[in-house]
């Protein structure tokens, strides 16, 4: 399983920003899809997590509202909308896939396969 992240960039406080996630694999297995952050001195933390059907989701406390997971299953791609960020979302976010059935998904860190990375700062 490949991973590529994109659309990260520089947002004001209080602007939205999309972040993709490009998914090419050469076998007919399923995974959780999974979106984390890791900010400078701090640990890589779970952001959001959702089924391979996409019919499952789910978004940590502490953003949901402001952030929002989807998959497009045609284009095999996974997204992160962010909105009404805050300078404190300034993080490297990074996409993952973790073995998983079609409607299950996975939270917490233990994923198998990471993307690079895309740096999302939010300025005040």
């Known amino acids: 399983v490949q991973l590529q992240a994109s659309g990260g960039g520089l947002v004001q406080a209080g602007g939205s920003l999309r972040l993709s996630c490009a998914v090419s694999k050469r076998n007919l297995n399923s995974y959780s899809m999974g979106w984390f952050r890791q900010a400078p001195g701090k640990e890589r933390e779970f952001v959001a997590a959702?089924?391979?059907?996409?019919?499952?989701?789910s978004v940590v406390d502490s953003m949901r509202g402001r952030f929002t997971i989807s998959k497009d299953n045609d284009k095999n791609m996974v997204f992160l909308q962010m909105s009404n960020t805050k300078p404190e979302d300034t993080a490297v976010y990074y996409c993952?896939?973790?073995?998983?059935?079609?409607?299950?998904?996975?939270?917490?860190?233990?994923?198998?396969?990471w993307g690079q990375g895309t740096q999302v700062t939010v300025s005040s």
């Open positions: 993952a896939a973790r073995r998983a059935n079609i409607h299950d998904l996975v939270t917490g860190l233990e994923y198998d396969f």
């Open positions: 959702i089924s391979w059907s996409g019919k499952i989701s």
